[in-house]
């Protein structure tokens, strides 16, 4: 009786050397690599990135820059600072789009620009520059088309309006706005027609 008690020992200590492993592997694991659980780290940064779309005809059709690109394979999204996205569509005046950052989704079909979004036409003909400012910006850039559902300011030389939800054709130039639009214009400052008096 009195040996059973030494043989034991042993294993009791190979027990305990067992646990006190697993508890210290435990102990040692990064947050987050237990359970699979996914990481949102990114796997390439590159500066100064710009991509130009061509389209079918050899013409530019649209043109993406930022001054920093974050890549995150767990979503395969794309995060962008100071993105500046110009969009060419047809022979008309270019749209170019400016916002403090953007997300680009996985499929690259989507830009989300947001936080001081500041989309310019250029001058064409007779219509002078016209620009939009909003805090948000849904870009589908296959489809020429951009919408927001946020507070929108739209000025020209003598216009302003202001509005609640755009959705914006950059290849027709056409501007829909969806509520609440008010809009001042001052013929004063209104560019001159040539041969009209």
Known sequence: ?????????????????????FWLDRVVQPPGSAAGASRHDPDYIVDNLSAVRIGPAGRERYT???STTVHYPDDDTTLLTRPRFVSYGSEKAPVTIT???????AKGDHVYFQDDVRVTRAPRGDQGELVMRT???HVIPDQNLARTDRAVTITDAATVVTAVGLELNSETHVV?????????????KAPRREGKR
């Open 1 to 21: 009786m009195a040996e059973r008690p030494t043989a034991w020992l042993p294993i009791a200590l190979i027990g305990l050397l067992a646990a006190l492993t």
């Open 64 to 66: 993406l820059s930022a």
């Open 99 to 105: 916002a403090n950052q953007g997300v680009v989704s």
């Open 135 to 137: 805090a948000f910006l």
């Open 176 to 188: 829909r706005l969806l509520s609440n639009v008010r809009g001042i214009y001052d013929p004063s």
